[in-house]
């Protein structure tokens, strides 16, 4: 495979903007870093490609590939090295240029660098630290970067970049180390782990020295995370979750990511997916992932190996509530914190803020939905000074017969979803749609 090297910034951008859309990446970004003087950008409320703040504001980062040559020939890969597509690289000096204009315009608020593997991973890894560096030192980028690490990159090379990234991933691919050896050949679980150890170590002991030294350099602040590829190898739903679990309490991540297996290559040992993209089995273990990091739950309380998949018609905090009807009702007026996390239709923001309102005098239902309880869910499940918001059996079926009408039409919602893809720089956003004649008619008499 050669490397074009003879076309311009514009048509790079297109491919390797293109290219990059399968890294799954869409968060807040976890640091905060005011503007300082001489130096452009900040990472104040920002975040990744097409997410929100916690202020609401839509937010989005130049999300690119540096190359999209590889060595490695994964089969699940658009850009593995069997496959027959055009390749080519940026220069640092074009990833600085394009971040920088794009920033002036205000297109986006920071950077997301991914990269195949030119040549070796030492020399990915190196061109990624010289980007980087050019972007802080020379050009005096201050706003937020997102970097994949490269496995089996020299650790001094990945230490560098740590200090120039807000954050850092490294893609754990597929669940089990079975899978990766079946449609990874090249990579394997020791490469993929033995940086995310490093940058956990390294993050640790920034801490530390940032507490005797207030000048120390922040090594990767907005922690690290990874992703997973959801239905491409026969794992269930209990082994995703159990290994996604291992990952935050032993390497200390951010965030895990999944992402629906799309069949880009044509390959015996790919899944045959009539129905498209798993999408909405990526969202119930988004939905599960949610409740591991915030709402104190385990993956062993969620599934089980009898129980290994997540119920189509119910998220998975309905369907734990409704197998544990002896736990419910909760009484709203003195059910702790830990308790009302699990009641299902009540977030983090709406239990904070009953705890505090509760301090003032008894709640009632009216109170809930103002706090914003979603009470369609949540009144088969609590009482209101010893009474329930409606006469209520407490049985598994009759309950679940009331909430999967909802659930039905948010299956359908996500699986009708006409396209799987990015949204491009490049797209023409204009809308065709031939006017009725009803509105013809309103526009020739003047009654709009």
Known sequence: ???????????????????????????????????????LGNTVAAGLCHSF?????????????FTNQCIYDCKYCINRCSNDVVRTAFTPDEVCTLTMEFY??????????SSGILYSADYTMDLIYQTLKKLREVYRFNGYIHVKAIPGADPVLIEKVGFLADRMSINL?????????????????????????QIQRGITANKFELMEYKRTPSFVPAGQSTQMIVGATPENDYQMMMVAEALYQNYDLKRVFYSAFVPVNEDSSLPALPGGPPLLREHRLYQADWLLRFYGFKASELLTEDRPNFNVFLDPKCDWALRHLELFPVEINRADYYTLLRVPGMGVKSVKRIIAARRQGLLDFESLKKMGVVLKRAMYFITCSGRMMYPTRMDEDYITSHLVGDERRAVWDISQQGAYRQLSLFDDMKLNMVPAPADRYSVVTGSM
């Open 1 to 39: 495979m050669l490397i074009q090297e003879d076309l311009s910034i514009q048509e790079k951008l297109e491919i390797l903007s293109d290219a990059a859309k399968y890294d799954v990446a869409c968060t807040s970004s976890g640091v905060d870093r005011k503007g300082k003087a001489g130096m």
């Open 53 to 65: 703040a916690g202020d609401g504001r839509c937010i989005s980062l130049l999300k690119i590939l």
């Open 104 to 113: 002036r315009r205000n297109y986006i608020e920071g950077l997301f660098l």
């Open 173 to 197: 691919e597929l669940p089990t180390a079975e899978g990766l050896k079946k449609l990874a050949p090249g990579k394997s679980r020791s490469k993929i782990l033995t940086p995310m150890r």
